[in-house]
Nanobody, 124 residues
Framework: QVQLVESGGGLVQAGGSMRLSCAAS????????MAWFRQAPGKEREFVAR????????YYTDAVRGRFTISRDNAKNTGYLQMNNLKPEDTAVYYC?????????????????WGQGTQVTVSA
């Protein structure tokens, strides 16, 4: 199993930037694809971005494409989500997740390992 811990959330003004980190421990991080999801108050958890075990082939939801960048450093057992040009609608709890599925998926049920989440608040 792998354990995930997010960090880097907080409060930022619209148009600002923030980088989230996801520290992994336990089983070798590079065995897993990694994704970021988010959940805003009163809404369902939604897919944000996904990256393969090797760091290639990133996928993004349309709402963040061109503003967010997902990456990972397997040597450091850490994944990242760089968020630029943040908007108030990006306000949510952001979750890091890991999956053994070898194919691209945005279904939360395909991710068996989750962090506790980190709050991101974007003020207008």
């Amino acid at each position: 199993q792998v354990q995930l811990v997010e960090s880097g959330g907080g409060l930022v003004q619209a148009g600002g930037s923030m980088r989230l980190s996801c520290a992994a421990s336990g089983r070798t991080f590079s065995y897993y694809a990694m994704a970021w999801f988010r959940q805003a108050p009163g809404k369902e958890r939604e897919f944000v971005a996904r990256i393969s075990w090797s760091g290639g082939t990133p996928y993004y939801t349309d709402a963040v494409r061109g503003r967010f960048t997902i990456s990972r450093d397997n040597a450091k057992n850490t994944g990242y989500l760089q968020m630029n040009n943040l908007k108030p609608e990006d306000t949510a709890v952001y979750y890091c997740a890991a999956s053994v599925k070898p194919y691209y998926t945005r279904m939360s049920t395909d991710y068996g390992y989750w962090g506790q989440g980190t709050q991101v608040t974007v003020s207008a």
